[in-house]
């Protein structure tokens, strides 16, 4: 057993997602997808939510009580994909109800619609396996990926470095600040999962390894 597998154990680390309903778009725009994020920190406080700025805006405020500490997140056109631990008992369920009824309320104002915007109760996976650890960084960062080569998922990219330089390019996930390019990085605690990916090379090459061997990829698939 891995000293990361062990941290685990103790921790309880969670992998959250949800869609739009009817799988439908939940962002439509920059303004929407940087409004998400936005969310994302301020919502993840056991106090109730004043309208900060952006993440990594210099702005004062209070320290946050904070419910969940936020491992890694992508943010895609129709869901999002988050990995969490709780820094609270029951904070996973508060920081879930703030941040989809928060942004629902938002979407809904700015698009003049009403009714539900989520695809039922989010999803939430406890991770048991330390494969399942493994990978499940690698697979919520590689989700920009559908909208370019989705062959990743088989193991089929032909050519990783494009993979890789979309990747770079692709702003509403934690990836970038893994590479050590300052995005948002105050969204995300780091520690534990660099620990386990590694250095930026080491993270770069598993990627292309996952992306470009289908024996590889099937095992990063089963995880969802």
């Known amino acids: 057993m891995t000293k990361f597998w062990v941290i685990i154990v103790h921790m309880e680390i969670y992998h959250l997602l949800n869609r739009g309903v009817d799988k439908r778009e939940i962002v439509l725009d920059e303004e929407d997808r940087v409004r998400f994020l936005h969310d994302l920190f301020v919502m993840n406080d056991f106090e109730d939510v004043i309208n900060y700025g952006l993440p990594d805006r210099q702005v004062q405020r209070n320290p946050r009580k904070l419910l969940v500490h936020l491992l890694a997140f992508c943010l895609m056109g129709n869901h999002y994909h988050l990995l969490v631990s709780e820094a609270v008992p029951g904070g996973v369920s508060l920081f879930m109800k703030k941040l989809n009824m928060g942004y629902a309320r938002y979407f809904n104002e700015k698009y003049e619609r009403s009714g539900a915007l989520w695809q039922g109760k989010y999803k939430k996976k406890l991770i048991q396996r330390d494969a399942h650890f493994l ?90």
Do not use: C
């Not at 989705?150 to 193991?155: A, K, Q």
């Open 135 to 224: 990978y499940i960084p690698y697979y919520i960062h590689l989700n920009p990926l559908d909208f370019y080569m989705s062959e990743w998922r088989d193991g089929g990219v032909k050519d990783p470095e494009k993979a890789l330089q979309y990747l770079r390019e692709y702003r509403w996930s934690s990836h970038l600040d893994y590479l050590g390019e300052k995005n948002f990085p105050s969204l995300t605690e780091r520690e534990l999962l660099t620990e386990t990916l590694g250095s930026q090379k080491n993270y770069e090459q598993e990627i292309r390894k996952i992306i470009s061997s289908s024996d590889i990829a099937a095992q990063s698939q089963n995880i969802e």
